[in-house]
């Protein structure tokens, strides 16, 4: 089945996405990443400690496999619009997960501040996936800034969660102008599908699979799980309805 | 000269150049991100890029992350 997402113009035949955090070694994380079928792996960006150089992260991804460097920990816009100046020029690719978080309780992004940083960017030509509270409003100004999708969370980062803000989501997904990719908060890959049944382009997931007793494993129940999601999406789902409604003929009975 | 790097001071004989410190770091390798007195250096420019007494530099690099 030839159904690549497409994402500025760049196709990607898995639609699921994985970040490298959290995982009990970098051996781990590879093994879970070349499991997952993905071919974008989201990093993080910081200050290398000079007295412990220790292992470069990119020495253990597999080729081939495309970083997409996030803007965690940043709280404010000139914060994030820093951060993706750096990695762009120090030979990252020009495609940032914009991340501007000021709340470290539930790490909620801050909307205001991630329009004013994604509109900067895409003006010095990145490429914008903004981490996002799935509201609908916020989303016409993400798209009408130019990002290349929008993320919403489907719960607090790291929580497993699931699909909680699914109403909300649902909106997005039916009015959206550029792919949704549903980021942060799943916990099981049931709930990966379920999203994916929504009309979700796609997802994001870490914390699910890393901290998984065997990540490796569970990055490929997430990828079937992403993938029966995305084949159920277009089969088409039935109506729901309050009342059963019988798989048998009423007529004719046996008995009547 | 003294440099300021990510917090820490680095001696480093005159003349030198970003690509100079990185290789004294022994951070060579293909995404050591570098920024001079808080502007972002150009990777191609590493070797051409002039270091001063007294610079404040940051060097990060990608990281595991979501």
Known sequence: ?256 | MNLLVNGKTVELDAPATVARLLGELGLEGPYALVERNGEPVERERYSETPLEEGDTLVVARPVAGG
């Open chain 1, 1 to 256: 089945m030839n159904d690549p997402l497409t994402i500025a113009g760049r196709e990607f035949r898995s639609r699921l996405i994985t970040g490298t955090g959290k995982y009990p070694s970098l051996q781990a994380m590879r093994d879970a990443v070349v499991a997952s079928g993905c071919e974008m792996v989201t990093v993080a960006v910081r200050r290398i400690d000079l007295d412990e150089v220790g292992e470069a992260i990119t020495d253990w991804l597999p080729e081939g496999v495309m970083l997409l460097p996030n803007t965690a920990g940043c709280q404010t816009a000139e914060e994030a619009v820093r951060v993706a100046r750096l990695a762009r020029a120090g030979g990252l690719p020009d495609w940032i997960k914009l991340e501007v978080i000021p709340d470290p309780r539930y790490l909620l992004p801050d909307g205001e501040e991630t329009l004013r940083a994604a509109t900067q960017l895409v003006h010095e030509g990145f490429t914008v996936l903004p981490y996002m509270l799935p509201d609908p409003v916020l989303q016409r100004k993400l798209e009408a800034a130019g990002c290349a999708t929008v993320m919403p969370l489907a719960a607090p980062i790291g929580s497993g969660r699931g699909l909680k803000l699914r109403h909300t989501i649902e909106i997005l997904i039916e009015q959206a102008e550029v792919p949704v990719i549903v980021d942060a908060g799943l916990g099981a890959p049931s709930q990966a599908a379920e999203c994916m049944e929504l009309g979700a382009d796609g997802v994001l997931v870490n914390t699910a699979i890393g901290q998984a007793g065997d990540p490796a494993a569970m990055a490929r129940a997430f990828a079937q799980a992403v993938e029966a999601g995305r084949a159920a999406f277009r089969a088409g789902l039935i109506d729901e309805s309050q009342e059963a409604r019988p798989s048998s003929p009423i007529t004719g009975l046996v008995t009547s």
